[in-house]
């Protein structure tokens, strides 16, 4: 059988076009490591200001990594990109060995199993948790096909399983609107996790929670990590420090350092640009 690699290369050897019916496999990638996500020598411009720039980052199937960085760092920028929010200038983004994300859209994307949680909840407050994530379920049209009135069993036992990893099983008739912050914030991953999404996107999700709320969002993310590839956006310290595994710095749109949560804070260029600021 011919594969589209085949078929590509039969095309560029005779000097004719051709048309791509599945994504090809990229040689670019080295397949004895397993990154999930590959951005390589990414470049984004606005007017004239260089908000990522030259930027590389590798992200291993089933890991948890937080991401750091001064306002303005471009952490954003970076997410928005492989999203599909923004077009990057030039650069490379992969998804597994053979997806390539530029120029997709960003319901493509989302289709694709790369979940993405901004940093204020968008929960409907006036309808019960349970049936915010029944919504979230039936507008997931990649994974569940039917757009059924009734719930199938299956659906229903996803809900209940996502009800119990962010812990609100108890919770489940209660109105969204009279949850805390925190548990707002949970459901609201919740509702991203019953698509079962390889990687979810999470952005400053500790921001305004109760330290109690902050250590229970840490086991949260720890525990979503290996079934799904976690990266997390958060500007507190502590937080990073009790969850990263690998902490990436970004600086002026490029990685600064990356490491553990220790050789980050102890490296010469992140104190000077980074952690600085926080001591001044
Ligand atoms: N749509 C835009 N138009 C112009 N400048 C932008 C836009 N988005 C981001 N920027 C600029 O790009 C830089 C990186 O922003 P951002 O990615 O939001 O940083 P971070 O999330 O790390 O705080 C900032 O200087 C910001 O002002
Ligand atoms: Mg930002």
């Known amino acids: 059988m011919e594969?589209?690699?085949?078929?590509?290369?039969?095309?560029?050897?005779?000097?004719?076009?051709?048309?791509?019916?599945?994504?090809?496999?990229?040689?670019?990638?080295?397949?004895?490591?397993?990154?999930?996500?590959?951005?390589?020598?990414l470049n984004v411009s606005f007017d004239g200001f260089q908000a990522l720039n030259d930027l590389n980052l590798y992200i291993n199937d089933g890991e948890l990594r937080c991401l750091i960085g001064a306002n303005g760092a471009g952490?954003?920028?970076?997410?928005?990109?492989?999203?599909?929010?923004?077009?990057?200038?030039?650069?490379?983004?992969y998804f597994g060995q053979t997806l390539d994300l530029v120029g997709r859209s960003e319901a493509e994307i989302a289709r694709l199993g790369i979940g993405r949680k901004f940093q204020k909840?968008?929960?409907?407050e006036a309808h019960t948790v349970f049936y915010n994530l029944e919504l979230a379920l039936k507008s997931d049209k990649a994974v569940w096909p039917a757009l059924r009135l009734q719930l199938s069993g299956e659906q229903r036992d996803r809900i209940e399983e996502v009800l119990?990893?962010?812990?609100?099983?108890?919770?489940?008739?209660?109105?969204?609107?009279?949850?805390?912050?925190?548990?707002?914030?949970?459901?609201?991953?919740?509702?991203?996790?019953?698509?079962?999404?390889?990687?979810?996107?999470?952005?400053?999700?500790?921001?305004?929670?109760?330290?109690?709320?902050?250590?229970?969002?840490a086991e949260l993310l720890t525990s979503l990590a290996g079934d799904h590839?976690?990266?997390?956006?958060?500007?507190?310290?502590?937080?990073?420090?009790?969850?990263?595994?690998?902490?990436?710095?970004?600086?002026q749109g490029s990685?600064?350092?990356?490491?553990?949560?220790?050789?980050?804070?102890?490296?010469?260029?992140?104190?000077?640009?980074?952690?600085?600021?926080?001591?001044?």
């Open 3 to 41: 594969t589209t690699l085949h078929k590509v290369r039969r095309a560029i050897l005779a000097g004719t076009s051709y048309e791509l019916d599945e994504p090809v496999f990229t040689p670019k990638l080295d397949v004895s490591h397993e990154v999930l996500l590959y951005v390589e020598g």
């Open 75 to 93: 952490k954003t920028t970076l997410m928005d990109c492989i999203t599909g929010k923004t077009m990057p200038d030039s650069g490379d983004i």
């Open 121 to 124: 909840p968008t929960v409907f």
């Open 164 to 217: 119990s990893i962010i812990g609100l099983t108890a919770n489940a008739n209660m109105l969204a609107g009279s949850l805390s912050h925190g548990q707002k914030q949970w459901l609201e991953i919740g509702m991203l996790l019953v698509a079962s999404p390889r990687l979810l996107l999470v952005d400053e999700p500790v921001a305004g929670m109760t330290a109690q709320e902050t250590e229970r969002t």
């Open 229 to 251: 590839t976690v990266v997390v956006v958060e500007h507190d310290m502590e937080f990073v420090r009790s969850i990263a595994r690998t902490v990436t710095v970004l600086h």
């Open 255 to 280: 990685v600064l350092a990356e490491g553990s949560m220790d050789a980050v804070q102890n490296n010469a260029d992140v104190r000077k640009v980074y952690l600085g600021e926080e001591a001044a």
